[in-house]
């Protein structure tokens, strides 16, 4: 591993070397392709000065304002060039005709080019030509101001002239130094004249190890001052002249940060060589005791244990095994806590029931019930009415079967409960005749004969409509049973338009219902409702009673859930 680590890092520093040299090669391409644009656009600009025939006649001129137009229209051409191209710094027509006369932009040199340095520099042997030119800056010299040199084609074998355009080193500068590297610009073999470092500018060009100004592009460390460095060299042709320009980039952070880099990777190898052996050990102690850890809350879960404590670490998964685990041996747990809820319901719902069937009994069927029934039969039978008798003693039989079967099972259905309540109302219309009416609703599409239903659920309903409602009334009663299925829900009305109740008396009824210590024997029976809807259906059964005095009493049960198949009695 130590070799193979020694060979990565000696493969990754000369990786990273020729990826600095790459990066330091299109840098000098950028940079060429820049220097490309500008001396082509200003070569270009000046056809626009030297093109026609205005040059060529005027500087061939032998008296003076012979062709004034054309010196108009040349000083134009190049005051809208010198205005609308900010790389221009300066430009300038030279002549050797005394007939020219001087402007913004020409100058009469009758006695010769020798004093100028442009002319200095193209030597008067090159028509055309790019150098760079020494210019006063701030009390300092800048030697690094690219100038193109023109000779202007002259109709005359006297007489010459040359255009000389300055370009600004500012916006060379502004448009080529957008790197971190150092970039450097030479003509030629002549020293450098632009460098974004001016400690280089008058230097001669470092060349990287085994590279010449002659190569088209070259890339390589180069050694300045004893310190080494990466430098890409590539050059370039001037547009239509033979002007070659020398671009070169040198990276001097580029060897240091590889030394870093490789340093950095022989740590880590270092570090990767001496410490595998207790990270494989910590990890494996570590992984051992979470599965351990596993393995025990595996055991607790089978032997039925489910007090399971999360204290397993980690986010991976074994961790997620265990919240799986812990999941369903948590949902297990609910399961068999609900399971015994049930049971514990259902038995305090069965002894609720039994401790509750004689008060059931005196509530719901009253000795004041049966004697009245009785004197009623009587009473038909002292005056022969013999079909009558007969009907009551049958209803009265029905009503007393029906008791007598429901206290010995849990559920009846709601066909039968309204049968049993049918047979009370027929009874009480026997006793009071034209002055009891009654109706019996059920819902389109609702089948009473499939809704199981505890028993005797309505019965006590609608003997507190008669005993507290109707009985004392001297107007004509009646009682209306709905039943009717609305969001899940099977809703039980039992409506009556009797003597009603003030605000006050339904507000203590509604207390007695609900404490049965406070109940009286006029309350115990709602009391027996609630209280048994309570037990089986939970906090979601509910018994509402709305009334207003001389307008009547509204009782609503509520049966959200219906209970299953096997508490059903048909």
């Known amino acids: 591993m130590l070799f193979l680590g020694l060979a990565e890092t000696h493969r990754a520093g000369t990786l990273l070397a020729g990826q600095y040299e790459s990066l330091a090669e299109a840098d000098s ?28 006649e005027l500087f061939a001129a032998e008296q003076p304002g012979l062709e004034d137009g054309a010196w108009e229209r040349i000083s134009s051409s190049m005051d809208s060039l010198f205005q609308h191209n900010a790389a221009v710094a300066s430009i300038h027509l030279y002549t050797d005709n005394p007939a020219i006369m001087d402007g913004s932009y020409i100058t009469s040199c009758p006695d010769g080019y020798e004093g100028e340095d442009w002319y200095a520099a193209s030597g008067g042997r ?48 502004n448009c080529i130094s957008d790197t971190s590297r150092t970039v450097l610009i030479s003509i030629e073999d002549a020293p450098v004249f632009y460098s974004s470092d001016r400690k280089w500018l008058g230097e001669e060009l470092p060349l990287p190890e085994g590279g010449a100004k002659t190569d088209s592009v070259c890339r390589g460390p180069v050694r300045i001052g004893g310190e080494r460095a990466i430098a890409s060299l590539c050059t370039l042709t001037a547009y239509r002249t033979d002007s070659r320009f020398c671009i070169e980039t040198v990276d001097f952070a580029a060897y240091p940060e590889i030394r870093g880099t490789i340093v950095t990777y022989l740590v880590i190898l270092a570090f990767a060589v001496a410490a595998p052996a207790a990270i494989i050990l910590g990890f494996s102690l570590y992984l051992g005791s979470r599965i351990r850890t596993l393995r025990a809350a595996m ?31 948590e949902r297990i747990h609910e399961k068999e806590a609900r399971y015994y809820e049930a049971q514990i319901a259902r038995q305090k719902l069965i002894n609720r029931q039994q401790q509750m069937e004689f008060k059931m009994l005196a509530s719901q069927i009253n000795p004041h019930f049966l004697y009245n029934t009785l004197e009623t039969i009587r009473m038909l039978a002292l005056t022969g009415k013999n079909r009558e008798t007969s009907s009551a003693i049958k209803m009265l039989g ?26 009370y109302l027929s009874i009480q219309q ?62 039980l009305t039992v409506q009556d338009n009797g003597a009603g109740m003030k605000e006050e008396e339904l507000e203590q009824l509604n207390e007695r ?15 027996n409702i609630c209280q048994r ?27 959200p859930d219906m209970p299953g198949e096997e508490g059903r009695t048909q």
């Open 29 to 56: 391409v950028r940079v060429r392709s820049i220097l490309f644009d500008i001396t082509t656009s200003i070569y270009t600009a000046s056809d626009t000065i030297l093109g026609g025939t205005d040059c060529m």
């Open 126 to 173: 090159h028509w055309q030509m790019w150098t760079s030119l020494a210019v006063a800056e701030r009390d300092q010299e800048d030697p690094g101001q690219l100038t193109l040199i023109r000779r202007v084609p002259v109709a005359s074998r006297v007489y010459t002239a040359w255009l000389v355009i300055r370009l600004d080193s500012n916006y060379l500068k």
């Open 299 to 329: 055991h607790q879960a089978r032997v039925g244990d489910y007090n399971i404590i999360d204290s397993f670490q980690g986010n991976d998964e074994l961790k997620d095994t265990f919240q799986d685990l812990k999941a369903t041996v």
């Open 398 to 423: 029905r009503s007393m079967h029906y008791v007598l079967e429901t206290t010995t099972t849990e559920f009846t259905t709601l066909e039968k409960e309204l049968d049993y309540v049918r047979t």
């Open 430 to 491: 026997l006793r009071f005749g034209e002055r009891i009416h009654f109706s019996i609703e059920v819902s389109e599409g609702l089948d009473p004969a499939q809704i199981p239903i505890l028993p005797l659920l309505l019965q006590p309903v609608v003997e507190n409509a008669f005993l507290h409602g109707l009985r004392d009334s001297d107007r004509e009663g009646f009682i209306r049973i709905c039943a009717a299925v609305r969001e899940d829900a099977l809703y």
């Open 513 to 527: 219902m609900h404490h049965p210590e406070q109940s009286s024997s006029e309350s115990i029976g709602l009391h």
């Open 533 to 559: 809807i309570r037990l089986c259906y939970k906090e979601q059964g509910q018994m509402r009673i709305e009334s207003m005095p001389e307008q009547g009493t509204l009782v609503t049960l509520i049966l």
